[in-house]
């Protein structure tokens, strides 16, 4: 449990550091085999959302966390990067406002960073 704290610890002051804007993680581990955690971030360009993108890897990586597998492209304006417990979503506003994750997973405890 606190090794899971520790990663999103990580992963949030990555984002925030980087100007990400409306940081929140929805924890979706009662309702979902997926993963324990999505962290939502949004980026206000392509060139923003990799430097998100570096960020958060680069800091992932100097804890010791090592992504299972990564999609997307800020071309196309998202961006998921799996860490098996966290699953981070880097997006563009109107393509998060698109694919509405807080509102597909409206039931499931939200916190805002």
Do not use: C
Not at 74 to 93: A, E, K, M, P, T
């Amino acid at each position: 449990m606190e090794e899971k704290k520790t990663m999103l610890q990580v992963a949030v002051a990555a984002l925030q550091d980087k100007k990400g804007e409306s940081i929140v993680q929805l924890h979706i581990g009662e309702r979902s085999v997926i993963a324990d955690d999505f962290l939502i971030v949004s980026g206000n360009s392509h060139s923003q959302m990799d430097a998100l993108l570096d960020g958060v890897e680069e800091a992932m990586g100097r804890a010791g966390y090592t992504p299972r597998d990564r999609e997307g492209s800020s071309d196309g304006g998202w961006i998921l990067i799996d860490y098996n417990d966290l699953v981070i979503h880097i997006f563009l506003r109107e393509m998060r406002e698109f694919y509405d994750l807080e509102h597909t997973w409206r039931d499931v405890t939200r916190t805002a960073y």
